[in-house]
């Protein structure tokens, strides 16, 4: 009898503990990019004339940006942003010459999360980007994960409390488990 409640009161406690951490998960997930021209790292023998983005569904229609700088930090962009549906897009100057670029985009993700990330590239024969960026340079993997930590709303320390709380509260419910089954017993 008394192996029984122990059992059920570290049952109570397990099952506690996962609540509470599953509750602390990322709920929504955000939008990402899955196609763009330029890809990444393509080289261009003639200069694109637009930059395209294509999203895995509809990007918010106000805070869309797009740079395409070269390694002096001069942008090629020539033109408004055009967002329809999932598909961003922005006109590019006609007179770029050959040279190393990067595409730096920002958008805002339908559920209103900001998103962003670089897209190097390259046209004629010249060499990508050095730039001194390449320290804030994030792959879009990097980006991705990136997000998905601010998305869960909660930063580092929120989630160590939120799981301390756990193990508290499951300590808990076992010593009132193990306590009852005492009672019960006596
Ligand atoms: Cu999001």
């Known amino acids: 009898m008394r192996h029984t409640h122990l059992f059920s ?3 109570a406690a397990v099952l506690a503990a996962l609540l509470i951490t599953a509750s602390s998960a990322p709920a929504i997930a955000h939008e990402s990019l899955t ?9 261009f023998d003639t200069a694109p004339q637009q930059v395209e983005l294509v999203f895995t569904d509809e990007v918010l229609p106000q805070g869309a940006e797009i740079a395409v700088v070269d390694d002096a930090g001069e942008d090629w962009v020539d033109g408004e942003v055009t967002i329809d549906g999932s598909a961003v897009t922005v006109p590019l ?9 990067e595409v730096q985009w920002r958008v805002v ?8 990330s670089t897209i190097p590239f390259t046209v004629g024969d010249a060499e990508p980007v050095s730039e001194a960026h390449d320290d804030g340079h ?8 990136e997000e998905s930590d601010q998305s869960a709303g909660l930063p580092t320390w929120g989630v ?5 709380g756990g193990v508290v509260v499951a300590a808990g419910v076992a010593f009132l488990a193990v306590t009852l089954a005492r009672r019960r017993r006596s």
Do not use: K, R, W
Request: aromatic letters at 2%.
């Open 160 to 164: 160590v409390t939120l799981a301390v």
């Open 109 to 116: 993700s339908g559920d209103g999360h900001p998103i962003s």
């Open 93 to 101: 100057a006609a007179d770029m010459p050959d040279a190393g670029y």
């Open 9 to 11: 009161g570290a049952a």
């Open 138 to 145: 994030t792959s879009h993997a990097d980006a991705e994960a």
């Open 35 to 43: 196609s763009s021209s330029p890809t990444e790292g393509q080289q």
